[in-house]
Nanobody, 123 residues
């Protein structure tokens, strides 16, 4: 069983910063890409940033230059440093990871999601 647990959300004023963390635990063989998505009220979930196991990053245009994704592989943890936050960044942030698990005779690779953490930016 694999779990992703996010932390670090909260209420911050516009222009402030927050750092989100997401730790994966369980029977993990390896982790490929990790990333963050967000969903604002009444909107679809959208990609924020992704980071491959090789170090390649991808950011939504709306967060480029303000957000930085990083990972600590020994800790199976991905981070999202968010600076210069804007009210439009208000959303529930979800982490996701492409994880390989193995049993005795088979392996499986699929995406797992965290439960989400609320980020609220006041104007």
């Amino acid at each position: 069983q694999v779990q992703l647990v996010e932390s670090g959300g909260g209420l911050v004023q516009a222009g402030g910063s927050l750092r989100l963390s997401c730790a994966a635990s369980g029977s993990i063989f390896s982790i490929n890409a990790m990333g963050w998505y967000r969903q604002a009220p009444g909107k679809q979930r959208e990609l924020v940033a992704t980071l491959s196991s090789g170090g390649s990053t991808n950011y939504a245009d709306s967060v480029k230059g303000r957000f930085t994704i990083s990972r600590d592989d020994p800790k199976n943890t991905v981070y999202l440093q968010m600076n210069s936050l804007k009210p439009e960044d208000t959303a529930v942030f979800y982490c996701t990871a492409l994880i390989k698990t193995c049993a005795e005779r088979w392996c499986d690779r699929r995406s797992y999601w965290g439960q989400g953490t609320q980020v609220t930016v006041s104007s």
